[in-house]
């Protein structure tokens, strides 16, 4: 009987061979915090008396970037004392998204294993690592031992066939499999992505895709390793280790396969207050919008902001609708610059913050107000993710979001296209 991508990594980093099901305590390649998560990490390795870290580490500062409030200050500070006493790496502010920069600094390759003090962190999924968010206590223990315990989760392996429609992008994609699996349809397993509609998306997409696994409850979700994956890592890792790419073996066991079709997909969106409460835009025509944010660790790279930006080229946004842009990283906010995108943005009368998270958790810049409606390409639009639990925060892609801000009501972007 073959493995399926999980159980070849866990066995790998384990020194044996597990199946779904199996317990084991297994080796850890690389881990993170940020800046929601980082001051338990480092709590948690002082009372243990950890004088040396046993597995790499970095922490980026991001979530609220710069500091919003005295307190999150201190919060900076006790990171930065601490990058620099254990000589650990730290993205300070404007390095953007620990999603977006730990895999930009090729850091991360195929067949990893990853821990992240965030729940997000099933993004490096797409570079074929098998990586999950734990705790903050998890990852202090993982850093006095350099190892942790893990259960090899079931897979479930979903087929998405079909050519994307004009509109249809990788937001659309992921938010019409979490609508028909559910918010818990994949808890505790890890999601094998194929198919011709998969094998199509460039990086970013399949970024965009294996960020949001963790919202059908998925532990790990895994892309193809082609082509443009090891062109891109090439372009990154500069040697530091060979890349090679992890496979499911022929014969794997997986505990279910599902098939979608996008040939006919429309414009999706999420409604609150439930990320798999999924509709399309046609249903949501009229909806006024108060709001719309373009970034996070979900949708703020360079392929994003080219759609965003085509669709504003030479127009403004609708009076009354606050328009907020945060790109994923210092790099990509630095490409979009040379492209010329931060100036059709600014042109639009987008407000354009430091590469981070802000609007997204809802710290700062952007908290909407009572009774509020945000379109988002964020990934949660769980009551008071935005800092406000009296707001109404509506999910879609790129494309979406700058039709509506142009409108000033949910717009379906094939309008613009």
Known sequence: MGNTIAEKILSSHAGKTLKAGDFA????????????????????????????????????????APSPNEGVSRVHKKMRAFARDSRTGLY???????????????????????????????????????????????????????????????????????????????????????????????????????????????????FTIANMAVEMGAKAGFMPQDEKTLSWLKKRAKGRRKIRPITADKGAEYEKTLEFDISKLKPQVSVPHSVDNVTTVAELKGVSINEAFLGTCTNARISDFKVAAAILKSKKIAPGVKFIVAPSSRAIMMEALKLGIIDTFIRAGAVVVAPGCGPCVGTHNGVPADGEVVISTANRNFKGRMGNPNAFIYL?????????????RITDPREFL
């Open 25 to 64: 305590v297994c080796r850890v390649d690389f881990c993170f915090g940020q800046d929601g998560t980082s001051a338990i990490i480092i709590d948690r390795i002082k009372e243990l008396g950890i004088e040396k870290l046993q597995a790499p580490f970095c922490m980026v500062i991001d979530h609220s």
């Open 92 to 206: 300070d502010i404007g390095c953007g998204v620990c999603h977006q920069v730990i895999p930009e600094s090729g850091q991360i390759l195929p067949g990893d294993l990853v821990l992240g003090a965030d729940s997000h962190t099933c993004t490096y999924g797409a570079l074929g690592a098998f990586s999950t968010g734990v705790g903050s206590t998890d990852l202090a223990i993982t850093l006095a031992t350099g190892k942790n315990w893990f259960r090899v989760p079931e897979t479930i392996r979903m087929v998405v066939k079909g050519k994307a429609p004009k509109g249809i992008y990788a937001k659309d994609i992921i938010l019409h499999i979490i609508g028909k699996v559910g918010a818990n349809g994949a808890t505790y397993k890890a999601v094998e992505f194929h198919g011709p509609a998969i094998d199509s998306l460039g990086l970013d997409g399949r």
């Open 396 to 408: 879609a892609s790129p494309a979406t979001v700058a039709a509506s801000a142009l409108r000033g």
